[in-house]
């Protein structure tokens, strides 16, 4: 019997589970696809920052607070066991946001994050590729970002040097409950047991707790994406305008994207995003146009109510724990939530208030 079983092998699983390692707890987990991280972990752009982070709550601010201090150590930290970098780079970030300049100054001195306002004369200094840029944007100097799919890369690795067994081809299709207590998790493959299990299983969280009610109300939201491959410095700097974000790679690789669609849990991606992604970020961004698309990807978001995840034990199954439901926010949240679901797994002093993230907090829009 393994202490405790992780399902969900994404980021917030695997750092869930290296976090419970580090705790000295005995941890297996357990992976529906064949290969781990294959979803939103890797279909996402890896900003260590919420996308206009003073429209979120004070609860996601505070778990993205932790993840924008503990990145670059955590990267270093990977890089150094596993010989894999996440390419933690500090690139800044600019957002356009005319009519919310002072609520994002007034959050930005709340929280102590560094923010300006700039000139398109200072945005054309920093940030030469981008045509015509607008009159006025925010300027983030210090927000980060990883490349997720070596994030994930790294993380594997740093289970697997741990011990940590992680089961791939194993979705799970039913538990056996009695008494308010799971007493086997089912598998094709096989059954499982554990003293604690802890559900980090993104989009699809809802679905698989549904017989375990209350279920958590998670639900995929898809996102699509283009990748120009391009030279390093073509475009320096991360830049948010109107939901659309560009990030430039290390290597030279550019991001764009990202769209917002209730599309259930098709994956597919549609020839109307390609066009609309195309169009918008040469316009913004003309070298571009001479810049060939490399691969264009859709993911699914697990978006809960008001993007506040669920972290927290099920209340009516007592060795049930929740970390899923962080929408957009996956990456920079995923520290501290799994801290935060470790702490109270573990029965540790919480690191958070744990209040905000419970099945039954509010969590209106």
Known sequence: ??????????????????????????????????????????????????????????????????????????SRQLYADTGIDPQYTRSGLFIRAEEEQDEAL???????????????????QLEPARFNPPEQLLWMPDIGQVRNPRLVKA?????????????????????????GRIHEVLTPTGKFQAEGIVLCTGAWTGTLAKPLSPPPDVHPVRGQML??????????????????????????????????????FDKSTTAAARRELTQLARERFPLLKNLPIEKHWAG????????????????????????????????????????LVTDLLLGRTPTVDPAPYAMDAPRGY
């Open 155 to 179: 993380l594997i690795k740093d289970l697997d040097n741990r011990g940590i067994s992680l089961h791939t081809h194993a979705p799970v299709v039913g538990f056996r409950e009695n008494g």
């Open 227 to 264: 990748l120009f491959k391009g030279k390093p410095d073509q475009i320096r700097h991360m830049m948010l305008e109107e939901n659309r974000y560009i990030i430039p790679r290390q290597d030279g690789r550019i991001l764009f994207g990202s769209t917002l669609e209730e599309a259930g």
């Open 1 to 74: 019997m393994s202490d405790l079983l992780v399902i969900g092998g994404g980021v917030i699983g695997l750092l869930t589970a290296r976090e419970l390692a580090l705790a000295g707890a005995k941890v297996t987990v357990l992976e529906r696809n064949a290969r781990p991280a294959r979803e939103s972990s890797w279909a996402g752009g890896g900003i260590i920052s919420p996308l206009y982070p003073w429209r979120y709550p004070d609860s996601i601010t505070q778990l993205a607070r932790a993840g924008h201090q503990s990145y670059p150590e955590l």
């Open 106 to 124: 007034d959050w930005a001195a709340r929280w102590d994050y560094r923010i300006s306002l700039e000139s398109s004369a200072a945005i054309e």
């Open 300 to 339: 699914l978001r697990p978006a809960a109510p008001a993007g506040i995840p669920y972290i927290t034990r099920h209340p009516q199954v007592e060795n049930l724990y929740i970390n899923a439901g962080h929408y957009r926010n996956g990456v920079v949240l995923a520290p501290a939530s799994a801290r």
